[in-house]
């Protein structure tokens, strides 16, 4: 793993750092929008504050903290989509890909990176028993993830049955109720709230201080999204298409969101992109405010039990 010279000088010095996921970049939007949207990302994350690390896998190569020339190859090659069940190999076979949720949370973790902007979390589908890897990784690496809650294709309820049981924490900003993804909100609540980057910053420091292994996932709901009724619609005549192709698997995700895109008549990419830079910009602001509060905190008030009883 290759960390770039920016990124690394970042996070020695102690300064608010950003991954990003490439996938949107490889397979979420069309050339050239794919570059643009990714090189926007980054700039929303400098404006808020921050230093942003886009990562990627250039010829077998994870790196965190693509260069500007890197992003632009990796937006113009037929690259692979690489989650944690095959990253070995991807990397084994020196290809290029894309980051999932899963990639990009085990490598920000390994390279010391506390927060994270996607768009949505993969979780339990509907159908085949199918459940993303991104399960497994929230349950592994600390690094608050902040998203519109899992993607809207998805079993909502029962990914959120499936975090909970993993112990991660799913935390609502200014909102009592789970992020919607391309709808604002769900009728599920969430456990806990955030109202500000301050509040979501040290409920990431508390799971860092008891030493609990899992992401904090920070559910930011979109400020505009689509009604539950143009939702379902869409959604009916993507998930006909995906019977009648026999889409399945890893393939399932891909297919319906661009099928989503074709009979929205590109509502869905609208939506999408906002709470894309809308997570960026959160996730800066959380990212400064906890690199704010890692500097304040003495040593001797990182242990959360002292000799002779709890604090």
């Excluded at 020695?12 to 949107?24: D, F, H, N, Q, Y």
């Excluded at 690094?143 to 924490?169: D, F, Q, W, Y």
């Excluded at 709901?221 to 006909?240: I, M, N, W």
Aim: aromatic share 4%; charged share 20%.
């Amino acid at each position: 793993m290759r960390i770039s010279a920016a990124v690394a000088a970042a996070i020695a010095g102690g300064r608010p750092v950003v991954a990003l996921e490439s996938t949107l970049i490889t397979h979420g939007l069309p050339r050239p929008e794919n570059l643009a949207a990714g090189r926007a990302l980054e700039d929303v994350v400098r404006a808020n504050g921050a230093v942003p690390a886009t990562i990627g896998v250039l010829r077998g190569e994870v790196v965190v903290g693509l260069t500007d020339a890197e992003l632009e190859y990796l937006a113009s090659v037929d690259a692979d989509k690489a989650s944690t069940w095959n990253l070995a190999a991807i990397i084994a076979s020196g290809r290029d890909a894309g980051t999932t949720v899963a990639t990009t949370l085990l490598a920000a973790d390994l390279s010391g990176i506390a927060v994270f902007a996607t768009g949505g979390i993969g979780g339990v589908h509907n159908t085949d028993f199918d459940e993303s890897a991104d399960l497994a990784a929230l349950a592994r690496h600390p690094v608050l993830t902040v998203c519109a809650g899992p993607k809207s294709i998805l079993n909502v309820r029962a990914t959120l049955e499936r975090l909970e049981t993993a112990g991660v924490p799913v935390v609502g900003y200014a909102s009592g109720n789970l992020a919607g993804f391309l709808m604002r909100e769900t009728d599920l609540k969430v456990p806990a709230r955030a109202d500000s980057p301050e509040a979501a910053a040290r409920i990431l420091a508390a799971q860092k201080a008891f030493g609990l292994s899992a992401a904090v996932v920070l559910s930011n709901p979109v400020s505009a999204g689509l009604t539950t009724e143009q939702f379902g619609d869409f959604l009916r005549e993507a998930e006909a298409g995906l019977l009648r192709d026999g889409i399945s698997g890893a393939d399932s995700t891909p297919y319906l969101l661009g099928a989503l895109a074709k009979v929205s008549g590109g509502l869905t990419v609208e939506v999408n992109t906002r709470l894309l830079r809308e997570n960026a910009a959160l996730a800066a602001q959380v990212a400064v405010a906890y690199s704010r509060l890692e500097q304040t905190v003495a040593p001797s008030q990182d242990a959360v039990v002292h000799a002779g009883g709890s604090r």
